[in-house]
C-alpha cells in the first residue's frame, strides 16, 4: 500500500512532464512564425484594390523577413477573400484566429466589413490594423485597446479637403450615395464649409451602384453650386462624374471628390476626371520630396514588374509596416504588449511621420490634395498633380473629447 | 426649391431620354420571352459582354461605329450557340430550367470578363462626333443621348418591320403562339427559335455598346440592367414590343419626375409602377393573358 502510494504521483509527473514537453515543442513550432490575416474582397468590385493590398502587404512582410524577423522569428501573410461582405469578413477573421492562429489581423475594404472584422478581433482580444476608410471605427461604440485605424478618415479627409477648396461665400452642392460613406463625407465637408463661411446650398441623395445618374443632375444644376460634390466612390464616381461632365456641369462648376482613387481615374480615363480636385492618403508622385516615398517606390516597383504602388494598396503596406515595427519593439507578440508598442510608435513607412493618437490609435498623418491632369501622359501612371500636402496634425481630427473618449 | 418651367422641362425630357434607354434594355429580352417563353436570366451578362466586346472592336477598328456593328453580331452568334447547344435540351421542361441555366451562364460570363479584361472597369469615351451637350432651348443635353433616341427608334421601326411585315415574321408570331401546328405545316422552328434568340442577344450587345459611352464599362454593368429591363418588360407585357415601349418610357418619365419631388423614392417608383400593374392587369399592360401557363 505504502509502495504504491509513493509511487502513483511519480509516475503521473513523469507523464506529466512528458506530455509537457511535446506540446510545448508543438507551441513552438507555432511560434516560429508571426502570422498577420489579411482578409480583403479578393473577388467584387474592389478586387483590383484588393490584390494590390495583397502585394503591398507581402513587401512589408518580406522586408521584416530579410532584416531578420523577431530574434529568428518570421513573419507570414495568410490572405483570406472577404468578398466585400461583412459575414464573410467575420467567419474569416474567426477562422484565422481559431484555425489558423493568426497573431494579428489587418484588412477590410470597405466600412462595413471593417467593423465587423473588428466586432470579432475585439472580443479575442487581438490586435487589428483597419485599411479603409471609416468614422464609426473612431468612436467610444466601436474603439478597442486593439483596434489601430491606418487609413484616413472622412472627417479628416473632408477637413483638409474643403479647407483647400473652400472660400468665404462659396456655394456647395453634394451628390452623395445614400450610405454611411456619403453621409460620413457629407457631414466632414458641411462642418469646414459653415467653418470658412461657405454655404451648403443642397444634397441629392442617390442609392448604391447607380448607373445612371441623368435624373440626378437637372436639380444640382438648379441649385448653382460653384463647387459640387461627389460624395460616392468607385463605379458609382466614376459614372456620376462622367455624366455630370457631359450635362455640360464641369463648364459651370468646380467638380470634387473626398477620395479621388488611382484605380477609379484609369477606369474612367483622362477625359472624365480632367480638372478634378480630391484628396488621397497617397500618390507616388510625391516621391521628390519625401525619401520615404522613393524608398517605397523603388522597393515597391522592383518586386512587382516596375508597377506604381496604388493609394489603397499602399496603406496595406504602411500597416503592416507599423505592426512588424512595434513587434520588433515590443519584442513579442501577445496583444498586450504589441499594442502598447503601437501606441507609442512614432513611423515613416512611405510618406513622413505618423503616428497612432492615445484615446483612438487613428493614425495621424498628412492628407494628400491632388487634381486629375487633363492628358493622356506618357506614363500610364501619371494621372495627378499633387496640388498641396496637408501635414499631419491632430487638428484634423475630431477631439477625443468629441468622440466620447474619458479624460 | 423653386420648380421653374426649365426644371421641369430638363427633368421631363431626361425622363424619356432615360426611357428609351430602358426600352432598349427591355427589348431584347422580351423578344426572347414572348417567341420561346424562355426568360433569359443571362440578359444583363449578354449586355455586358456586348460592351467589352464593343471596347475591343473600337480599339482594334478605331472605330465607334464599326464596333456598333460588330459587337451585336459577335454576341449574337455567341447567343445563337447557347441556344443550340445550352438552352435547347431543355425545352419543354418547364420555365424553370432555362432560367436556371441563363442564371449560372450570367455568374460564368462576368466571372469570365474578370479573368479576361481585368476586374476594375475601363473607360470608352464618347464618340468625338457625339461629345459635348446640344441646347435644347431650356437647357442643355448631352448629344450622345439625343443619337441614342435616335437609335432606339430606328431599331424599333425595324423590328416591327421584321415581325410584323415579313413572312418570317409571320411564322415567328404563328411559332410563338403554337409551335406544334407550325411543325405539322412543314417549317423547321427550332430554326427560327435560334434566330430570334441570336436577335435577341444581339439587342442587349446593341445595348450594352451604346451605353458604354455613358458609364464606362465593367464586370458588374449588367447586374442593374437585369432587374430594369425585367420590370419593364413585366410592366409592359411579356412577349409585346408595344408594351416594353410604353412601359420603358413610363417608367423612365415616373423615376425622373419622382426626383424633383422625392429624390429618394426615386429608384422604388419602378417597383411601385410594377406592383400596381401586377395587382390590376397581371398580364402586364399589352401583354396576352396566360403565357406564363
Known amino acids: ?407 | 426649391m423653386e420648380l421653374t418651367f426649365d426644371l421641369v422641362a430638363l427633368q421631363l425630357f431626361t425622363g424619356l431620354a432615360l426611357g428609351a434607354i430602358y426600352v432598349l434594355l427591355a427589348v431584347g429580352l422580351s423578344l426572347i420571352f414572348g417567341m420561346l417563353t424562355v426568360v433569359n436570366f443571362a440578359h444583363g451578362a449578354f449586355f455586358m459582354v456586348g460592351a467589352y466586346v464593343g471596347l475591343f472592336a473600337a480599339e482594334k477598328t478605331g472605330s465607334f461605329w464599326l464596333a456598333l456593328v460588330i459587337a451585336p453580331m459577335v454576341v449574337a452568334a455567341f447567343g445563337m450557340a447557347c441556344e443550340r447547344w445550352l438552352i435547347r435540351p431543355l425545352y419543354g421542361r418547364g420555365i424553370d430550367y432555362p432560367l436556371l441555366l441563363t442564371f449560372g451562364l450570367s455568374y460564368m460570363l462576368v466571372e469570365g470578363v474578370r479573368i479576361v479584361w481585368g476586374k476594375s472597369g475601363l473607360p470608352f469615351d464618347t464618340p468625338e462626333l457625339l461629345q459635348g451637350a446640344t441646347n435644347l432651348g431650356f437647357a442643355d443635353f448631352p448629344t450622345y443621348r439625343l443619337f441614342v433616341i435616335a437609335v432606339v427608334a430606328v431599331l424599333l421601326f425595324v423590328l416591327w418591320l421584321l415581325i410584323e411585315r415579313t413572312s418570317f415574321g409571320l411564322i415567328v408570331r404563328a411559332g410563338a403562339r403554337d409551335p406544334v401546328i407550325v411543325r405539322v405545316l412543314g417549317v423547321d422552328v427550332s430554326r427560327v427559335w435560334l434566330l430570334v434568340f441570336g436577335v435577341g442577344t444581339g439587342i442587349a450587345a446593341l445595348a450594352g455598346v451604346l451605353s458604354a459611352p455613358l458609364q464606362g464599362v465593367s464586370p458588374e454593368m449588367g447586374t442593374s440592367v437585369l432587374t430594369v429591363a425585367f420590370v419593364v418588360t413585366v410592366v409592359g407585357g411579356m412577349g409585346s414590343l408595344m408594351g416594353a415601349v410604353v412601359a420603358g418610357l413610363l417608367v423612365g418619365v415616373v423615376e425622373s419626375m419622382a426626383v424633383l419631388i422625392f429624390p429618394e423614392a426615386a429608384k422604388v417608383s419602378m417597383f411601385v409602377i410594377m406592383a400596381a400593374v401586377l395587382l390590376i392587369r397581371p398580364q402586364g399592360l399589352f401583354g396576352r393573358a396566360g403565357l406564363m401557363a
Open chain 1, 1 to 407: 500500500m505504502r509502495h504504491a502510494s509513493t509511487c502513483r504521483p511519480l509516475i503521473l509527473s513523469l507523464r506529466g512532464t512528458a506530455l509537457g514537453a511535446l506540446l510545448a515543442a508543438a507551441g513552438m513550432a507555432h511560434a516560429q512564425t508571426i502570422k498577420i490575416g489579411l482578409p480583403v474582397p479578393l473577388t467584387g468590385p474592389y478586387g483590383a484594390e484588393a490584390k494590390d493590398q495583397v502585394r503591398n502587404a507581402e513587401l512589408a512582410v518580406k522586408e521584416f523577413n530579410d532584416a531578420g524577423g523577431l530574434a529568428e522569428r518570421k513573419a507570414e501573410l495568410l490572405v483570406r477573400d472577404d468578398k466585400l461582405n461583412p459575414g464573410e469578413a467575420a467567419t474569416r477573421t474567426l477562422e484565422l484566429i481559431e484555425k489558423d492562429h493568426a497573431n494579428f489581423i489587418v484588412g477590410g475594404l470597405s466600412a462595413a466589413t471593417q467593423l465587423s472584422i473588428n466586432n470579432v478581433t475585439k472580443l479575442r482580444k487581438v490586435v487589428y490594423v483597419s485599411i479603409s476608410q471609416s468614422d464609426v471605427i473612431n468612436e467610444t461604440s466601436d474603439a478597442s485597446p486593439y483596434t489601430f485605424h491606418e487609413a484616413l478618415n472622412p472627417h479628416m479627409t473632408t477637413q483638409a479637403v474643403g479647407r483647400h477648396v473652400f472660400k468665404k461665400g462659396m456655394r456647395i452642392a453634394f451628390l452623395t450615395a445614400d450610405y454611411a460613406y456619403g453621409q460620413e463625407m457629407t457631414r466632414g465637408f458641411t462642418r469646414v464649409a459653415r467653418e470658412l463661411g461657405a454655404e451648403v446650398v443642397g444634397e441629392v441623395k442617390h442609392p448604391l451602384g447607380q448607373q445612371d445618374y441623368s435624373t440626378f443632375l437637372p436639380r444640382l444644376q438648379a441649385m448653382k453650386p460653384d463647387v459640387l460634390i461627389f460624395n460616392n466612390f468607385g463605379n458609382d464616381n466614376r459614372i456620376a462624374i462622367k455624366q455630370a461632365g457631359e450635362f455640360g456641369m464641369k463648364k459651370k462648376m468646380r467638380f470634387v471628390t473626398p477620395i479621388l482613387t488611382y484605380t477609379a481615374r484609369v477606369a474612367g480615363g483622362a477625359s472624365t476626371y480632367e480638372g478634378v480636385i480630391g484628396g488621397t492618403q497617397y500618390f507616388w508622385g510625391i516621391e521628390d520630396k519625401t525619401p520615404s516615398a522613393k524608398a517605397f517606390n523603388t522597393a515597391f516597383k522592383a518586386a512587382n514588374e516596375n508597377r506604381h504602388p496604388s493609394d489603397y494598396g499602399a496603406m496595406a503596406y504602411s500597416a503592416v509596416k507599423s505592426l512588424l515595427l512595434a513587434v520588433k519593439s515590443a519584442g513579442a507578440t501577445d496583444s498586450d504588449k504589441v499594442a502598447a508598442a503601437l501606441s507609442a510608435l512614432k513611423y515613416d513607412a512611405y510618406k513622413g511621420v505618423q503616428y497612432y493618437r492615445g484615446c483612438d490609435h487613428q493614425s495621424v498623418q498628412s492628407v494628400l490634395i491632388i487634381e486629375s491632369t487633363a492628358k493622356e501622359t506618357k506614363d500610364p501612371a501619371d494621372v495627378f498633380k499633387v496640388l498641396s500636402v496637408v501635414p499631419a496634425d491632430e487638428k484634423l481630427l475630431r477631439s477625443c473629447g468629441e468622440l466620447g473618449f474619458k479624460g
